[in-house]
């Protein structure tokens, strides 16, 4: 059963209600009380870190869903009831539609009262794509949303306000360099990743990437998880760079499905990049696993330095 886009849409306003509802109650929890727990997941602390708030804030999110789930047949991937074991037999590769959620993405930024975390929602089709997404930052009471319009457009809302998508994404390397009204140029990355063995390379190589395209300041910032790394990209201003990578890895991690999902959507929206670091799609349904270490990721602030930037992990991995 496809779905209509006006049914689209009413589920996009439902999953912005449950991000809001699920954010709101976590604004309300005092972090200095909490209780952490570790799970069985991935290969670093972020992925495996968890407290009572990750899970109530998936029984809210569940509850405010679950009239879409039975309405429309619709599966659900949450990261507090995935089995990575079992990933094969889910139930949203027989689907064609499943709610995709992270109750509560940066889980470790979180309990060390830090802001870089969120609640992330998206619809995912069976093919692998994000039709819809919402996402809600408790720390400054920020949402994000997308819609669709009537010719089959996405286009995201910020606070219900539509968000300028990005006119310079096809901005030519030819231009003039005092054409370039530059900042800075970001690097947004997990905290683990500064431990990987080719992450001094990286750098290296960004930072003459960074010269190399005009931009008069290197940054890097390591503070939040998957959801606000990739919105900071994507939210970043014209006249700035940034970009998120993820590289390709052997051990089980790089991400999970509910991290990507939605902000795969918001980029789309927003004619910002997203893909793995080959500049294929994102493969959000793969069957084998809930995991994104085999492909990689990238989020880039526009075309021109996401080419760079493929080219460049190629080079590297």
């Not at 994000?130 to 408790?138: L, N, Q, R, W, Y």
Request: proline share 2%; aromatic share 8%.
């Amino acid at each position: 059963m496809q779905l209509t886009t006006e049914t689209l849409n009413k589920l996009s306003e439902l999953a912005l209600l449950a991000a809001q509802q699920a954010g709101k109650y976590i604004q309300s929890v005092d972090r200095t009380l909490l209780e952490t727990h570790f799970k069985a997941a991935g290969s670093s602390q972020s992925a495996q870190v968890v407290t009572e708030v990750d899970f109530t804030c998936q029984e809210i999110i569940l509850d405010i869903l679950q009239v879409s789930v039975e309405k429309y047949d619709l599966a659900v991937l949450s990261e507090e009831n995935s089995n990575e074991e079992r990933a094969h037999l889910h139930s949203r590769l027989h689907k064609d539609y499943f709610w995709c959620i992270d109750p509560l993405d940066g889980t470790l930024p979180f309990i060390e009262g830090g802001d870089g975390y969120a609640v992330s929602i998206a619809l995912v089709n069976k093919f692998g794509q994000s039709e819809v997404a919402a996402i809600h930052h408790p720390t400054n009471n920020t949402s994000y949303h997308t819609l669709i319009d009537k010719t089959g457009v996405s286009h995201c809302y910020k606070n219900g306000l539509l968000l300028v998508e990005n006119s310079a994404q096809n901005r030519s390397m030819a231009m003039p360099k005092q054409e370039l009204t530059v900042q800075a140029f970001t690097f947004y990355t997990d905290r683990s990743f500064v431990e990987h063995f080719q992450y001094p390379l990286l750098m290296k190589e960004l930072v003459k990437l960074a010269k190399f395209l005009g931009y008069e300041k290197f940054e890097i910032k390591s503070d939040g998880g998957a959801v606000i790394n990739a919105v900071s990209v994507i939210t970043t201003h014209n006249n700035c760079a940034s970009c998120y990578i993820k590289l390709p890895k052997t051990q089980l991690g790089g991400g999970s499905l509910w991290d990507f999902s939605a902000t795969a959507c918001l980029a789309k929206a927003t004619n910002r990049w997203c893909s793995d670091i080959n500049g294929d799609a994102l493969d959000l349904n793969r069957p084998d696993s809930t995991y994104m270490n085999h492909r990689g990721i990238i989020f880039a602030s526009n075309t021109v330095l996401a080419s760079k930037l493929i080219a460049l992990c190629k080079s590297i991995i």
